[in-house]
């Protein structure tokens, strides 16, 4: 499993839900929104950015290969 956690600053407004939610994976960036960190997701941390991406309210959250 390569599964990498992507966040489009264009649509974070950072709420801070995912950090909240799953700080393993998931810091504020230099400008001031949520950023992923590249790093390999085990099962444990892939479960929590899903459940990271599902309360996105502006769907910004995207896990993908």
């Known amino acids: ?36 960190l590249d790093i390999e997701l085990t099962e444990d941390l892939l479960a929590k950015a899903k459940f990271a991406e599902s309360l996105c309210p502006v769907n910004a959250i995207e896990i993908k290969n």
Not at 8 to 35: A, N, P, T, W
């Open 1 to 36: 499993m390569n599964l990498r956690v992507y966040v489009d600053q264009r649509r974070c407004l950072f709420c801070g839900i995912c950090g909240g939610v799953c700080s393993e994976v998931f810091r504020v960036g230099s400008e001031g929104k949520s950023i992923a």
